[in-house]
């Protein structure tokens, strides 16, 4: 299917909404480059460039996906460039003119939109409700949690909070619903551990709460919250659900690396780490997914980067954060100013691809003057090495008020003569033109 028949196929599924479809294809084909964008910097920066950045690279690339609709928007807006001349797209799809569309596709056109406006609010409020029942799951495995612990484990727990630099209240429980630790509250934090053999093992007490420790310092429960709101009322953009995905995991390889760097002992870490995930039960949690219930790809990226990290450690040169932030800001700019699909009218897009050199001009037909009717005939034909329609290709693709107006307008189609294509100093025939006669009544 040609790009050309692509674009009919939209008009006649959404009337004179094709437009609404073409910018959706723009977004998405923005928010991949974006995405390209970040993953490259990050991974040409790798190894010098640390975890606690590439959190905040995959941060800004979230939030920049999420405002990328509102920017463009606004850009249009109040510029007018980008967005209503379709010259400046990268790709161009040719419609018919939408003033000659029947009121019944105009009817269909706000059907379509009403479908789709509800689609979006039924997704959203199904996103919304999910995050409605992690957050309500977490004060139920707060109220069962059990914070009477020896005195000498609050000690040491306390310890070690002042020597990660957690200047906040942070309680610690256990709580038997759990299979591996977690971190829960933005306002008053809890590390829960699931059982108390935590506290048998140095070692293991020590690498669990350090890292727990890392995303409370960091705020990470509140920053996944909003994050995962701002993606939900973008639940339509895959590309977000995967910068929160890496947002995610960079956050998981940030407090892998406090560990590392307390313990220096990554293969015993990692064995430790595959030890806790082998018991670990998945949950469709949002917080308790996202606090050390790990999923597969998860785990093995988890120990892919400890164990990569032994190289890491010897880099004493460290990239500045500055660079990749800058590169993806006026990647931003670029975007919301630039559209790369747009819609164009289709006599614009045949004209640019054959220069139409003569014509004659279809006479109204009496009948739509008697009756006072205004339309379109459209019609699909190919071009000969010298310019001229071949009469057996000539097809009518779409017309309206039945054949009112198609009587004229394929006499119209055989004065038509263009200047024919020039390829590499030679003319070529073209196929699967498209022309669109509009009839407009004025009185």
Request: glycine letters at 6%; charged letters at 20%.
């Given at each position: 299917?040609?790009?050309?028949?692509t674009?009919?196929?939209?008009?006649?599924?959404?009337?004179?909404d094709?437009?609404?479809?073409?910018?959706?294809?723009?977004?998405?084909?923005?928010?991949?480059?974006?995405?390209?964008?970040?993953?490259?910097?990050?991974?040409?920066?790798?190894?010098?460039?640390?975890?606690?950045?590439?959190?905040?690279?995959?941060?800004?690339?979230?939030?920049?996906?999420?405002?990328?609709?509102?920017?463009?928007f606004?850009?249009?807006?109040?510029?007018?460039?980008?967005?209503?001349?379709?010259?400046?797209?990268?790709?161009?799809?040719g419609?018919?003119?939408?003033?000659?569309?029947?009121?019944?596709?105009?009817?269909?056109?706000?059907?379509?939109?009403?479908?789709?406006?509800?689609?979006?609010?039924?997704?959203?409020?199904?996103?919304?409700?999910?995050?409605?029942?992690?957050?309500?799951?977490?004060?139920?495995?707060?109220?069962?949690?059990?914070?009477?612990?020896?005195?000498?484990?609050?000690?040491?727990?306390?310890?070690l909070?002042?020597?990660?630099?957690?200047?906040r209240?942070?309680?610690?429980?256990?709580?038997?619903?759990?299979?591996?630790?977690?971190?829960?509250?933005?306002?008053?934090?809890?590390?829960?551990?699931?059982?108390?053999?935590?506290?048998?093992?140095?070692?293991?007490?020590?690498?669990?709460?350090v890292?727990?420790?890392?995303?409370?310092?960091?705020?990470?429960?509140?920053?996944?919250?909003?994050?995962?709101?701002?993606?939900?009322?973008?639940?339509?953009?895959?590309?977000?659900?995967?910068?929160?995905?890496?947002?995610?995991?960079?956050?998981?390889?940030?407090?892998d690396?406090?560990?590392i760097?307390r313990?220096?002992?990554?293969?015993?870490?990692?064995?430790?780490?595959?030890?806790l995930?082998?018991?670990?039960?998945?949950?469709?949690?949002?917080l308790?997914?996202?606090?050390?219930?790990?999923?597969?790809?998860?785990?093995?990226?988890?120990?892919?980067?400890?164990?990569?990290?032994a190289?890491?450690?010897?880099?004493?040169r460290?990239?500045s954060?500055?660079?990749?932030?800058?590169?993806?800001?006026?990647?931003?700019?670029?975007?919301?100013?630039?559209?790369?699909?747009?819609?164009?009218e289709?006599?614009?897009?045949?004209?640019?691809?054959?220069?139409?050199?003569?014509?004659?001009?279809?006479?109204?037909?009496?009948?739509?003057?008697?009756?006072?009717?205004?339309?379109?005939?459209?019609?699909?034909?190919?071009?000969?090495?010298?310019?001229?329609?071949?009469p057996?290709?000539v097809?009518?693709?779409?017309?309206?008020?039945?054949?009112?107006?198609?009587?004229?307008?394929?006499?119209?189609?055989?004065?038509f003569?263009?200047?024919?294509?020039?390829?590499?100093?030679?003319s070529?025939?073209?196929?699967?033109?498209r022309?669109?006669?509009?009839?407009?009544?004025r009185?």
């Amino acid at each position: 299917m040609t790009w050309m028949e692509t674009t009919a196929a939209l008009v006649q599924i959404t009337g004179s909404d094709a437009e609404m479809i073409l910018g959706f294809a723009d977004l998405l084909l923005k928010s991949g480059l974006i995405v390209l964008l970040a993953r490259y910097l990050e991974l040409d920066s790798s190894p010098f460039f640390t975890s606690v950045q590439a959190r905040l690279l995959w941060l800004l690339t979230l939030f920049i996906l999420v405002f990328l609709p509102l920017s463009t928007f606004l850009f249009s807006s109040f510029t007018g460039i980008g967005q209503s001349d379709s010259r400046l797209a990268l790709v161009v799809f040719g419609l018919t003119d939408s003033s000659a569309t029947p009121d019944r596709e105009l009817s269909t056109g706000a059907a379509w939109n009403n479908v789709l406006l509800c689609s979006y609010f039924v997704v959203l409020a199904i996103q919304l409700l999910r995050l409605l029942c992690s957050v309500l799951e977490v004060r139920r495995l707060r109220s069962c949690t059990d914070f009477d612990l020896p005195g000498e484990i609050e000690q040491r727990f306390q310890a070690l909070c002042r020597a990660s630099g957690v200047q906040r209240q942070v309680s610690l429980g256990i709580s038997s619903r759990l299979r591996s630790p977690a971190t829960f509250g933005v306002i008053h934090p809890v590390v829960v551990l699931p059982h108390r053999n935590y506290f048998e093992s140095d070692e293991l007490f020590e690498t669990a709460i350090v890292h727990e420790l890392g995303h409370i310092r960091r705020h990470d429960t509140l920053l996944f919250l909003v994050a995962y709101f701002l993606a939900a009322l973008n639940w339509f953009n895959p590309f977000v659900w995967y910068a929160l995905n890496r947002l995610g995991l960079s956050a998981e390889f940030a407090c892998d690396d406090e560990v590392i760097a307390r313990r220096g002992d990554r293969i015993g870490f990692a064995r430790q780490l595959l030890e806790l995930a082998r018991g670990s039960m998945l949950s469709d949690s949002l917080l308790r997914a996202s606090r050390g219930i790990l999923s597969k790809g998860q785990l093995a990226s988890r120990v892919e980067h400890i164990l990569e990290s032994a190289y890491c450690g010897q880099c004493s040169r460290r990239y500045s954060s500055f660079t990749p932030v800058l590169v993806l800001g006026l990647a931003f700019v670029f975007l919301s100013a630039a559209r790369l699909v747009a819609a164009g009218e289709e006599n614009w897009y045949v004209s640019e691809d054959l220069r139409l050199i003569h014509y004659q001009n279809p006479v109204y037909p009496a009948e739509a003057l008697q009756r006072g009717l205004s339309g379109f005939s459209q019609y699909s034909f190919n071009v000969n090495e010298l310019g001229r329609i071949i009469p057996e290709s000539v097809q009518l693709v779409r017309s309206s008020h039945g054949a009112v107006f198609d009587r004229v307008s394929e006499r119209s189609l055989q004065s038509f003569q263009f200047a024919p294509r020039i390829v590499n100093g030679r003319s070529v025939a073209s196929n699967g033109i498209r022309y669109t006669f509009n009839f407009t009544l004025r009185i």
